[in-house]
């Protein structure tokens, strides 16, 4: 399922205890296990979203970039972000915890559900 933050730009990236990725539009975009990081490079690298590792290197390579591409396995539960700059980010599931969540700037929201698998809400209505 493709998630519906293409084309909005990393604005910030941070952590404490997870990875996040601010968009320009609003959008969220949260790791707080382990996942693969690819630079435009070439190299890849495990990060850890729970402790915040890699962040220098995050900030480097995301900061100003565009999303190309972003979309869920909805069996599996992996995220997979490209960005215009060849950079990736591919964050499986975890079994026992939510390994990733993307709150959109329409507050839609998709989560990995432990042990695999993804959900999914449509943005609120208004009364």
């Known amino acids: 399922?493709?998630?519906n933050i293409?084309?909005?730009v990393v604005s910030s990236v941070s952590g404490e205890h997870m990875v996040e990725l601010r968009l320009s539009e609003g959008s969220i975009v949260q790791v707080e296990t382990l996942f693969k990081f690819?630079?435009?490079?070439g190299g890849a690298?495990?990060?850890?979203?729970q402790n915040g590792e890699g962040l220098p290197t995050l900030i480097r390579h995301l900061t100003g970039v565009s999303i190309a591409e972003a979309c869920v396995d909805e069996e599996s539960g992996a995220l997979l972000i490209q960005f215009d700059n060849g950079?990736?980010?591919?964050?499986?599931?975890?079994?026992?915890?939510?390994a990733w969540m993307v709150?959109?700037?329409d507050r839609s929201i998709a989560v990995a559900i432990p042990g695999g698998g993804a959900a999914f809400w449509d943005p609120p209505t208004e009364l």
């Open 87 to 98: 950079s990736r980010i591919f964050v499986p599931s975890d079994p026992d915890y939510e």
């Open 45 to 49: 690298v495990t990060l850890d979203g």
């Open 38 to 41: 690819r630079s435009r490079s």
């Open 103 to 105: 709150t959109a700037a």
């Open 6 to 8: 293409v084309g909005s």
């Open 1 to 3: 399922m493709m998630l």
